[in-house]
């Protein structure tokens, strides 16, 4: 029989329940017993849904209070000592603290990395590990949720990050990786164990750097520790996903496993492959649903591909998603909204596990025992492959149009420098912040009023008008040099462009996860991209004329638009960034044209969207750099062009940053260490760098002491006339009481450094 099941499920409930959970017990409106009850409900309606859909075992362990990777961390016991966590099991409030620097109880102390999931939105917590580290069995949700599920008549595939990709992601402190995974790995054989004894008949590790060109050395390592772990009564099915297996697929398939996954939606031509070398007992799951994109499934694509494999294995494939539906939103049928024909086409995770059921029905009983939904969804892709609503012929006809002279910056930056300082007259060490400002309940319900008509539009913008006056003042009360309106009239940077484009739509209730409690709802680009009418400009233009002081256009850049979407898949990716770009440009003119002295283009997605194997990445990095620097052509040399990125590793395209050209970039660092400065130090990255000196994921607020701390770290990496002073990222999710200490105390340390670093030129000035 052909299993049909899936990695993962999205947490956060339809109606954000968790979100909404999570933020009454950090504020202590909840206590810890109903909080996990909360979650043990959410689990158990998820674990109804796959049942209901028809699939063969649910999945357990998928679920996370925050972070399936902190997860393992605090199963492991692997809590850094900061934290103060006793030797026996790791309390709630300890991982929260882990995460956000702060919980309920328990001292606050400066929260672990966060950086993105391989190349997607979603946000890990990096572990931190150091020499001679030791494991051992410190929580023990995984083991009570399997035994819930069983409680309630699943039959259950337990699931966590594998042993190598656990190491691979983590940082460790005076040591290798590789060196820890024989400790790490007794830890494991304990887990499964565990899993085990609680009902489960498999477990899922998921080892997506198999997708990933690995030293020969972590290849080996994959051998031993995966016999190191036997023996324990689970079967083991390896994950593996966002990409093939390549060179790896030899390694993969020896390994002494009961199965493997491997991703048929981005790589379904490592099929054959796999088939060559699978052995006669292994079973093979098979990736033929996309579990990152909205549409509907090519079903017959899919078909093709199972039954190629089915004639090789019979009965010992299974069909799943390509990766976990961790990356869509929960349910089509809350989208009445949306134009019937749109929500047709579309899927997501209530809807991709009846995919699957398609699937395995056709595959078992041959079309014609799923006649009706499997025309359904043939209608539905063709209809939608062939709307005239997809396609613009102006646009069209303009993006051909695009030449190498639009995308170049007329003067170099030495010479731009020049003239913006003397246009902007910013003083050394300039301090600002990164966009946003705190979204209140009280903004946030005045746009809810305003969508569902309890509020007039004239009534609306007056709302915002006074909102923007509000932050204007408290900006210049706080001393900052260069000024934001704070945007609120954004709920979210991507969904606020997004609605102001022809060719994208919104959902109601399409939230995805990006990190802990913050949710984003990611536009749907169904066709061609055009912008009708200018988007910022009179909020920009309204903020400036309240202050002396120079206030930044705030723009998102268009591969974070296109990565931070669901993308049409009937259209090459250049395509619909170059679309994005020519968008976004228009905007940047007008914005000039208004009198903006200083425009930000945020392209915060850039380094998640970089292809995991380096050979693919050159043509990337190419249409990257051509999209930012066609927003950006046709500016004159007098205005100052900021970027910001933040939360990813950015070793990898210090070319491509430098090619882009930004006069400012800013970055986060105030989690990630000064690392990427020196990479940028050695490069000889001559432009501007604004790098995060605190961190604004987490309640806690820095000292003073810790800020300028911090900046001297920065300036003895680079020259003070090179750098900016920032958080790390925009404020929209903290309160006004979260900020105003850290802002002022983030001016005083720049004015007490700046009266240093003129106190040193006097000093050599006297000297000579």
Same mark, same amino acid.
């Given at each position: 029989? #052909?299993?049909?099941?899936?990695?993962?499920?999205?947490?956060?409930?339809?109606?954000?329940?968790?979100?909404?959970?999570?933020?009454?017990?950090?504020?202590?409106?909840?206590?810890?017993?109903?909080?996990?009850?909360?979650?043990?409900?959410?689990?158990?309606?998820?674990?109804?849904?796959?049942?209901?859909?028809?699939?063969?075992?649910?999945?357990?362990?998928?679920?996370?209070?925050?972070?399936?990777?902190?997860?393992?961390?605090?199963?492991?016991?692997?809590?850094?000592?900061?934290?103060?966590?006793?030797?026996?099991?790791?309390?709630?409030?300890?991982?929260?603290?882990?995460?956000?620097?702060?919980?309920?109880?328990?001292?606050?102390?400066?929260?672990?990395?966060?950086?993105?999931?391989?190349?997607?939105?979603?946000?890990?917590?990096?572990?931190?590990?150091?020499?001679?580290?030791?494991?051992?069995?410190?929580?023990?949700?995984?083991?009570?949720?399997?035994?819930?599920?069983?409680?309630?008549?699943?039959?259950?595939?337990?699931?966590?990050?594998?042993?190598? !990709?656990?190491?691979?992601?983590?940082?460790?402190?005076?040591?290798?990786?590789?060196?820890?995974?024989?400790?790490?790995?007794?830890?494991?054989?304990?887990?499964?164990?565990?899993?085990?004894?609680?009902?489960?008949?498999?477990?899922?590790?998921?080892?997506?750097?198999?997708?990933?060109?690995?030293?020969?050395?972590?290849?080996?390592?994959?051998?031993?520790?995966?016999?190191?772990?036997?023996?324990?009564?689970?079967?083991?099915? #390896?994950?593996?996903?966002?990409?093939?297996?390549?060179?790896?697929?030899?390694?993969?398939?020896?390994?002494?496993?009961?199965?493997?996954?491997?991703?048929?939606?981005?790589?379904?031509?490592?099929?054959?492959?796999?088939?060559?070398?699978?052995?006669?007992?292994?079973?093979?799951?098979?990736?033929?649903?996309?579990?990152?994109?909205?549409?509907?499934?090519?079903?017959?694509?899919?078909?093709?591909?199972?039954?190629?494999?089915?004639?090789?294995?019979?009965?010992?494939?299974?069909?799943?998603?390509?990766?976990?539906?961790?990356?869509?939103?929960?349910?089509?049928?809350?989208?009445?909204?949306?134009?019937?024909?749109?929500?047709?086409?579309?899927?997501?995770?209530?809807?991709?596990?009846?995919?699957?059921?398609?699937?395995?029905?056709?595959?078992?009983?041959?079309?014609?025992?799923?006649?009706?939904?499997?025309?359904?969804?043939?209608?539905?892709?063709?209809?939608?492959?062939?709307?005239?609503?997809?396609?613009?012929?102006?646009?069209?006809?303009?993006?051909?149009?695009? !030449?190498?002279?639009?995308?170049?910056?007329?003067?170099?930056?030495?010479?731009?420098?020049?003239?913006?300082?003397?246009?902007?007259?910013?003083?050394?060490?300039?301090?600002?912040?990164?966009?946003?400002?705190?979204?209140?309940?009280?903004?946030?319900?005045?746009?809810?009023?305003?969508?569902?008509?309890?509020?007039?539009?004239?009534?609306?913008?007056?709302?915002?008008?006074?909102?923007?006056?509000?932050?204007?003042?408290?900006?210049?009360?706080?001393?900052?040099?260069?000024?934001?309106?704070?945007?609120?009239?954004?709920?979210?940077?991507?969904?606020?462009?997004?609605?102001?484009?022809?060719?994208?739509?919104?959902?109601?209730?399409?939230?995805?996860?990006?990190?802990?409690?913050?949710?984003?709802?990611?536009?749907?680009?169904?066709?061609?991209?055009?912008?009708?009418?200018?988007?910022?400009?009179?909020?920009?233009?309204?903020?400036?004329?309240?202050?002396?002081?120079?206030?930044?256009?705030?723009?998102?850049?268009?591969?974070?638009?296109?990565?931070?979407?669901?993308?049409?898949?009937?259209?090459?990716?250049?395509?619909?960034?170059?679309?994005?770009?020519?968008?976004?440009?228009?905007?940047?003119?007008?914005?000039?044209?208004?009198?903006?002295?200083?425009?930000?283009?945020?392209?915060?997605?850039?380094?998640?969207?970089?292809?995991?194997?380096?050979?693919?990445?050159?043509?990337?990095?190419?249409?990257?750099?051509?999209?930012?620097?066609?927003?950006?052509?046709?500016?004159?040399?007098?205005?100052?062009?900021?970027?910001?990125?933040?939360?990813?590793?950015?070793?990898?395209?210090?070319?491509?940053?430098?090619?882009?050209?930004?006069?400012?970039?800013?970055?986060?660092?105030?989690?990630?260490?000064?690392?990427?400065?020196?990479?940028?130090?050695?490069?000889?990255?001559?432009?501007?760098?604004?790098?995060?000196?605190?961190?604004?994921?987490?309640?806690?607020?820095?000292?003073?002491?810790?800020?300028?701390?911090?900046?001297?770290?920065?300036?003895?990496?680079?020259?003070?006339?090179?750098?900016?002073?920032?958080?790390?990222?925009?404020?929209?999710?903290?309160?006004?009481?979260?900020?105003?200490?850290?802002?002022?105390?983030?001016?005083?340390?720049?004015?007490?450094?700046?009266?240093?670093?003129?106190?040193?030129?006097?000093?050599?000035?006297?000297?000579?």
């Amino acid at each position: 029989m #052909v299993i049909a099941h899936t990695l993962g499920f999205p947490r956060i409930g339809a109606r954000r329940e968790l979100k909404w959970a999570l933020e009454d017990y950090w504020s202590g409106k909840m206590d810890a017993g109903a909080l996990q009850t909360a979650a043990r409900d959410l689990r158990r309606r998820h674990w109804d849904l796959q049942r209901h859909a028809g699939l063969d075992l649910v999945t357990a362990g998928d679920f996370s209070l925050y972070d399936h990777v902190l997860d393992v961390t605090t199963l492991v016991g692997a809590v850094p000592a900061r934290f103060g966590a006793a030797d026996g099991l790791i309390d709630l409030d300890t991982y929260f603290r882990m995460a956000r620097g702060r919980a309920p109880r328990g001292r606050d102390a400066p929260a672990c990395a966060m950086t993105k999931w391989f190349d997607t939105n979603y946000h890990y917590i990096v572990p931190e590990l150091h020499a001679g580290q030791r494991f051992r069995l410190a929580r023990g949700e995984i083991f009570e949720e399997v035994a819930d599920a069983v409680s309630q008549g699943h039959r259950v595939k337990a699931t966590l990050v594998g042993p190598l !990709t656990y190491l691979w992601l983590s940082r460790v402190h005076d040591g290798e990786p590789l060196a820890l995974l024989p400790e790490l790995v007794l830890a494991y054989r304990d887990i499964l164990r565990g899993v085990a004894a609680a009902g489960a008949e498999w477990v899922q590790l998921d080892e997506p750097i198999l997708a990933l060109e690995l030293p020969s050395a972590w290849l080996d390592a994959f051998e031993s520790a995966y016999h190191r772990l036997r023996p324990h009564p689970l079967k083991v099915m #390896v994950a593996t996903y966002f990409g093939a297996l390549a060179e790896n697929t030899g390694a993969a398939l020896t390994l002494p496993i009961d199965g493997i996954h491997v991703d048929l939606v981005r790589a379904p031509s490592q099929l054959d492959a796999v088939l060559d070398r699978i052995n006669d007992t292994r079973v093979l799951s098979l990736g033929l649903i996309d579990g990152r994109n909205v549409w509907r499934a090519d079903l017959d694509r899919a078909l093709e591909l199972a039954r190629r494999a089915r004639a090789r294995l019979g009965d010992r494939i299974w069909i799943a998603p390509s990766c976990s539906l961790l990356h869509v939103p929960i349910d089509v049928a809350a989208e009445q909204a949306l134009h019937p024909e749109l929500r047709g086409w579309l899927a997501f995770a209530t809807q991709k596990l009846h995919e699957l059921t398609i699937l395995r029905s056709a595959l078992t009983a041959g079309d014609a025992g799923v006649g009706e939904p499997l025309a359904e969804a043939r209608a539905r892709r063709r209809q939608r492959l062939t709307s005239p609503a997809t396609v613009n012929a102006g646009v069209r006809e303009r993006e051909r149009g695009i !030449t190498q002279a639009m995308c170049t910056r007329g003067q170099p930056h030495p010479i731009r420098r020049q003239l913006q300082q003397a246009r902007l007259q910013l003083p050394l060490l300039p301090t600002t912040t990164i966009g946003s400002f705190p979204q209140t309940a009280e903004l946030r319900r005045a746009r809810r009023d305003h969508r569902e008509g309890r509020i007039d539009e004239a009534a609306y913008r007056e709302r915002l008008r006074a909102e923007i006056a509000q932050v204007i003042r408290a900006q210049e009360d706080y001393g900052l040099d260069v000024l934001v309106h704070g945007e609120p009239e954004r709920g979210d940077m991507v969904e606020y462009f997004g609605e102001n484009l022809e060719g994208v739509a919104l959902t109601a209730s399409g939230w995805v996860q990006s990190y802990g409690s913050r949710c984003v709802r990611p536009p749907i680009i169904f066709g061609d991209v055009r912008r009708p009418r200018p988007i910022t400009v009179d909020w920009t233009r309204y903020a400036q004329s309240l202050t002396p002081k120079p206030v930044k256009g705030m723009l998102t850049g268009p591969v974070t638009l296109l990565q931070w979407s669901y993308a049409r898949d009937d259209l090459p990716a250049e395509s619909i960034c170059m679309q994005l770009a020519l968008a976004v440009r228009d905007e940047v003119m007008d914005l000039e044209a208004a009198g903006t002295a200083i425009i930000q283009i945020d392209e915060p997605a850039l380094r998640e969207g970089l292809p995991l194997r380096r050979r693919d990445r050159a043509p990337y990095l190419q249409i990257a750099a051509r999209a930012f620097g066609l927003c950006t052509g046709g500016v004159g040399a007098g205005t100052q062009i900021h970027t910001h990125m933040c939360y990813s590793e950015f070793r990898d395209i210090l070319a491509t940053i430098r090619e882009m050209d930004a006069d400012v970039v800013t970055i986060e660092a105030a989690r990630s260490g000064t690392g990427l400065l020196q990479a940028l130090r050695a490069a000889g990255y001559p432009n501007d760098i604004g790098p995060g000196v605190y961190d604004i994921h987490t309640p806690r607020q820095p000292s003073e002491e810790e800020i300028m701390r911090r900046a001297r770290q920065l300036l003895e990496v680079l020259p003070a006339g090179q750098l900016w002073l920032n958080p790390d990222c925009g404020l929209k999710t903290r309160r006004w009481e979260d900020i105003e200490a850290p802002l002022r105390r983030l001016v005083t340390c720049a004015r007490r450094l700046r009266e240093t670093c003129h106190a040193s030129v006097r000093r050599r000035a006297a000297g000579a």
